[in-house]
């Protein structure tokens, strides 16, 4: 066995949500920084990671087994880490719903909490009346919240997603990880030993061969179209729009809660220059296409991602179109005639029962699977990759391994959402040029 100290590592997809973290605990593990390689097709941060964002949502949720802790140990993090402390606004997290099933489950939810016995009731309350809604969030008129009840997680909030993904890039950087990008960081395929089992590293698009020890897939959407996953992953979009405050009207949005309502959407107060990011709600779209991932042996249905890094003129759905203006027109009707822009998508990629697939391919030895993010992954940046150093040294606790197992099985499309994703080329008024 080798030392951290002399252990090489490649890390497929290091600009993104879990590699980048999987780099970071490596080197506060003691690894020798010259010795982890970060792969990507984009300089970290990378362009077309799902957390490559302006932001994306803080909160306690807990739908599996893992949830509670993952949850508690990142929002230590992004408090008290000097590193992710800057990249936390804490300005609480409304979830809301006016329908008679979204304030039932709304209510479980809350139970839920409560029921985890370590006092997450005294920040995550409950808001029976308009009066209690207002007073968290002023911002609303009476009128537009009429039959809102709510669940305020004081805990919660947004999370500066790119910003702080790059900060942990800067720190790489400065401690001497290579990097590879482009050509030089698109993955071809894993390299094995002689005994054919036993991976030894990776080689790029461009024929680079970067040998290791171990190699950590963590290309979150793009996993499963580079090595066979079994359909234990589905990758799907979600969009998002953005509009643009004036200074005045900013204002008035400074330091909101950020505000969910499963029926709806959700949206964040606006960032510096006055830019709000508005997301609907839905089970995502998928792309499937005949692709022959490594490890196939033939070519299969594979949703694929459309990278918008690479296709930025690609559009979404017009269907998008009118569920994000509906979201607006719910959260801040005054705003609901102002231009989108920036329409994107962002690919992430669930498993059936929600839970990361974060193991060793059950085949290649050393060949480290760090993905299914399944949508709700963005807020452990800070810890994920400690998890994943723990599988790199044998030492995963025995519920997260278990959880996080290779499990081929079940119905990754529909996974745990209210239905199964709709596939992009069914969509009216998704245009993409074939030529791009
Ligand atoms: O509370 C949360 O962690 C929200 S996840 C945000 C989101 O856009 C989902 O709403 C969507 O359904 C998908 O899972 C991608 O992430």
Redesign the pocket.
């Known amino acids: 066995a080798h030392s951290r100290e002399s252990t090489k590592i490649v890390i497929v997809g290091g600009g993104g949500t879990m590699g980048s973290s999987t780099a970071l605990h490596l080197i506060r593990s003691g690894y020798t920084p010259s010795n982890i390689t970060v792969l990507d097709v984009y300089p970290i941060p990378s362009l077309q990671s ?1 957390g490559y964002d302006l932001n ?2 803080m ?1 306690i ?1 807990l739908r599996n087994g893992p949830d509670l802790q993952l949850s508690l140990e990142a929002l230590d993090m992004w408090k008290n880490d000097p590193l992710f402390k800057p990249f936390f606004h804490n300005v609480g ?1 409304l ?1 809301c719903s006016s329908s008679q099933e979204g304030i039932a489950s709304l209510r479980r939810k809350h139970q839920d909490l409560i029921d985890a016995n370590i006092g997450l009731e005294k920040t995550n309350i409950w808001l029976e009346s308009e009066d209690d809604i207002l007073a968290k969030a002023p911002h609303f008129t009476r009128e537009q919240i009429k039959g809102w009840k709510g669940l305020f997680c004081g805990d919660g909030g947004w999370l500066a997603a790119a910003k702080a993904i790059n900060a942990i890039g800067t720190f790489l950087k400065s401690r001497g990880v290579k990097f590879g990008f482009g050509s030089a960081g698109t993955f071809k395929r894993p390299l094995f030993a002689p005994d054919g089992a036993t991976c030894s590293g990776v080689e790029t698009l461009d024929g680079t061969k970067y040998f290791a020890d171990k190699v950590v897939l963590a290309a979150g959407a793009w996993s499963s179209t580079l090595v066979d996953l079994d359909d234990q992953c589905v990758s ?1 979009a ?1 969009v ?1 729009a953005h509009i643009q405050l004036t200074p005045q009207e900013s204002a008035q949005y400074k330091d909101v809660p950020v505000v ?1 309502d ?1 029926d709806y ?2 949206f964040f107060e606006p960032n510096e220059h006055g830019v709000i990011k508005v ?1 609907d ?4 779209f998928s792309r499937f296409k005949l692709h022959q991932p490594y490890g196939a042996t033939s070519p299969k249905l594979i949703s694929v991602p459309r990278s918008h890094a690479k296709h930025p003129t690609d559009t979404y759905p017009d269907s998008s179109e009118e569920t994000i203006r509906k979201a607006i027109a719910r959260f801040m009707p005054r705003f609901k005639d102002k231009e989108l822009f920036n329409r994107s998508m ?1 690919w ?1 990629t ?1 498993t059936a029962d929600a839970n990361l697939l974060i193991c060793e391919h059950p085949k290649w030895k050393n060949f480290i699977l760090a993905t299914g993010d ?3 992954s ?2 452990v940046l800070p810890n994920i990759g400690k998890h994943v150093v723990e599988l790199i040294e044998g030492r995963l606790p025995q519920d997260l391994a278990g959880a996080w197992r290779w499990r081929p099985g079940g119905d990754a499309l529909k996974s745990k ?1 209210s239905a199964p994703a709709k596939d992009l080329a069914d969509m009216p008024g998704w245009k993409h040029d074939a030529k791009l």
Do not use: L, Q, T, V
């Open positions: 799902a994306k949502i909160s949720r997290m979830d799907k979600w998002f969910y499963g959407g959700f997301c709600e839905f089970p995502g962002c992430c669930d399944s949508g709700h963005f807020k959402r």
